[in-house]
């Protein structure tokens, strides 16, 4: 299936050329190539039979063909909008936003899911204690001023504390975020679960008038590892101010229980108090109710929208759609409608007045808010009955959680009903589809009773996907509030994507299949080993050992030390990740890095008018020989000839007069024909160098 699209236009004659040309590399015995031998029979019937297979292979359906990759393993990355934090830039101000508020940057919208409120508290001190006393990095606070911190010091232990100080608090029990920005100065493998802390844990707690009480919290910094988010839950008890830190406030205070950095964690800011967007952009909305009187509503419309009103009249039954009415009159399905301030609407049903109106139950009502754009267009079609029936829809890349249709059935007695129907779901005679999100279409798979029935456009929201990324650091403002100051995202978009195309998924699983999930050469233990989720790792190397008939994984992490050894936590994270991937009857051992010094004595003769001869030549040989800082690896010959000719090569040099190399551990490394041999899990660096420089004379 995956190769089909190579092969399918290929002839009978092209395809048997190709037999006959692989057959010497299979059989040296067949050498009769005429029509007449039977083996050229049955090979014609197996071309003939590839010829025709490929032929039903090449017209299967979408959805046959994402059958065939789900019973492989694989199935679609499904679409995601960017989520993205905010921050209010007058924090003193508070600003309270509806649910989808819309906030634009450049031709990209951004929305809330609900209803929120920003600003109006300010972090105004972050303290740590460690030690005996309290040290001030409340400079953390102000974005522009960028300088990394070590909040617990050079050495963090349990106990450790730092406290957030702020001039108010959410309510009680609500949920907040706070983005934290750390200077990640290593390369680190990211982790499958974003809130997995592997060399720390925290207690994360607020104080109120019962003491300080624990929250319930969401790390994504992996104990203050990486720059990321940190979710909140406060307790239900009212938060009162804090007195002993030396600046008093509301205090939220987090705890090391648990510390064995491999890297010392440094902060570069701290953005409290934030709220959640999603990168989309409603076009229509279907808001669902159960209040059967009075229901008050906010559009996200600058221009308000427009409106459709739908209601139940029993239990289980189809929607009956009401007309908006300005007052009361003649009988009929109307609602009174009336249009407020800042977007807001209401809407009123009297069934005294009219004669009809909703019963309570569940979804009572269903008001429809459209944009100019989608009233337009918001007729998509008739449902004909046929099998796998497509149907255009006016927006591409849907969102799909926000996506319905209305179909619209005419009774017997002329009377129209209304239902709401999602993709996917579906009961027995109901309409079932599925949408093509990214091309912007349905397909129906089943019309059960709905053959004839018209479609209409009902929540539909659009996203950019991946685009939605962006970066951080954007003032953004929210649409239809120009006089409000802007809002701050701290960290990056993350998240955003299109529903992945099937030409992506066959490549990914053409490279899933050549990729060896199992250890067996050492190149394997070796990248399998270096991709450990939540490691850093600078330099691996694995060699079998013939001896003790098993494999050794040197692994050195990287680590703010300059010759650092491997902890507790880094062995056990590789060896729970190779054991599962071994050979069962594998063998391996993971080794600690070990480190030896090279003493180097030389007599260089130099050229006439190099002021800086010795600083180019002990930069030279440092290189050469520190093995931490170079491509070079674990167990590499250091040989005599390369340093030699390394030192030759410099401009300043006329010629290398006298050279002697030798390791300072003898344990680690051995000297052999002037060469040094480190061990296995040894990597050199530069140690005492003697250096004489001659100037050399002419004549």
């Known amino acids: 299936m995956l190769r089909i699209e ?62 065939l990759l789900k019973m492989a393993g694989f199935t679609p990355g499904k679409a995601k909008c960017a989520r993205i934090l905010f921050t209010n830039e007058d924090p003193d101000r508070e600003i309270k936003l509806s649910a989808n508020q819309k906030f634009k940057l450049g031709d990209m919208i951004f929305e809330t899911r609900k209803a929120v409120k920003s600003g109006g508290m300010r972090l105004e001190g972050i303290f740590s204690r460690y030690g005996d006393e309290f040290h001030d990095f409340s400079f953390l606070c102000d974005r522009e001023y960028r300088v990394s911190a070590r909040v617990f010091g050079d ?48 207690k994360w707690e607020c104080f109120t008038a019962a003491g300080f009480k624990e929250m319930k919290v969401r790390d994504f910094t992996g104990a203050f590892l990486l720059s990321g988010e940190i979710k909140f839950r406060l307790p239900h008890e009212k938060a009162v ?13 987090a705890t090391l229980t648990h510390a064995s950095y491999d890297v010392v964690p440094k902060f570069r800011s701290v953005d409290a108090f934030l709220f959640e967007a999603w990168q989309k952009d409603s076009r229509s909305l279907c808001i669902t109710s159960q209040k059967t009187e009075t229901i008050d509503i ?87 009955g046929y099998d796998n029936q497509e149907i255009e829809l006016p927006v591409k890349h849907i969102v799909p959680d926000s996506f319905c249709l209305i179909a619209k059935r005419t009774e017997k007695d002329g009377s129209e009903i ?74 990056p978009g993350n998240g955003g994507a299109f529903r992945e195309k099937i030409e992506d998924m066959k490549a ?31 330099k691996i ?46 063998r391996f051992q993971i080794l600690s890095p070990v480190y030896t010094g090279v003493s180097v004595k030389c007599t260089v003769y130099v050229k006439r008018h190099f002021s800086d001869c010795r600083e180019q030549i002990e930069k030279t040989l440092k290189n050469e020989l520190n093995y931490a800082a170079t491509e070079k690896n674990f167990g590499d010959v250091l040989k005599f000839e390369d340093v030699f000719r390394t030192l030759e090569e410099l401009d300043c040099v006329e010629y290398v007069y006298e050279l002697y190399i030798r390791p300072e551990n003898g344990k680690y490394a051995h000297l052999k024909e002037s060469n040094i041999y480190p061990a296995e899990n040894c990597l050199l660096y530069p140690g005492q160098l003697d250096i004489e420089i001659i100037t050399y004379e002419k004549g």
Request: proline fraction near 6%.
């Open 6 to 67: 190579e092969i399918s236009g290929r002839t009978f004659e092209e395809r048997m050329l190709d037999s006959y040309a692989a057959l010497p590399l299979i059989s040296k015995e067949w050498t009769n190539y005429n029509p007449s031998d039977p083996g050229m029979t049955i090979l014609e019937n197996l071309i003939v039979f590839e010829a025709l297979q490929g032929s039903r292979i090449s017209n299967l359906s979408y959805e046959a063909k994402l059958a």
């Open 155 to 202: 050495r963090p232990k349990e106990g450790d504390s730092i406290y957030f100080i702020s001039n108010a608090l959410p309510e009680p029990g609500s949920d907040t975020f706070f983005y934290i920005s750390m200077d990640t100065r290593f390369n680190r493998n990211p982790v499958e679960d974003r809130a997995e802390n592997l060399f720390a844990s925290l």
């Open 241 to 253: 101010p804090y007195g002993e830190t030396p600046l008093k406030g509301y205090c939220i205070r």
């Open 298 to 384: 906010v559009s996200p419309f600058v221009d308000d929208g427009y409106f459709l009103v739908f209601g139940k009249e029993k239990k289980g039954s189809s929607y009956r759609r009401y007309e908006l009415s300005a007052g009361y009159g003649p009988k009929g399905r109307y609602c009174i409608y009336k249009r407020g301030q800042n977007g807001k609407h209401t809407f009123t049903f009297n069934e005294a007045e009219f004669g009809y109106a909703p019963v309570k139950t569940k979804d009572a009502v269903r008001i429809v808010i459209y944009s100019e754009e989608i009233m337009r267009r918001y007729r998509v079609g008739k449902i004909l």
């Open 418 to 491: 209304f239902d709401f129907v999602r993709p996917g779901k579906g009961d027995d005679n109901a309409l079932y589809y599925h949408l093509l999100e990214n091309d912007g279409k349905i397909v129906i798979e089943d019309a059960g009773d709905f053959i004839g029935a018209d479609l209409f456009m009902a929540g539909c929201a659009v996203t950019e996907g991946p685009r939605g990324n962006i970066r951080a650091g954007n003032i953004i403002k929210a649409e239809d509030m120009p006089d409000k100051p802007g809002f701050y995202n701290p960290g």
């Open 508 to 538: 990914r699983f053409r490279e899933d299949i050549f990729k060896p999930y199992t250890c067996v050469t050492a190149g394997d233990y070796e990248r399998v080993a270096a991709e450990t989720p939540g490691l850093c790792i600078r």
């Open 541 to 586: 190397r694995a060699v079998m050992d013939e001896l003790e008939n098993q494999v050794h994984i040197a692994v050195m992490p990287g680590t703010d030390e300059e010759h650092p050894t491997l902890s507790e936590e880094y062995k056990k994270a590789i060896y729970n990740r190779l054991y599962e991937r071994r050979l069962i009857t594998t």
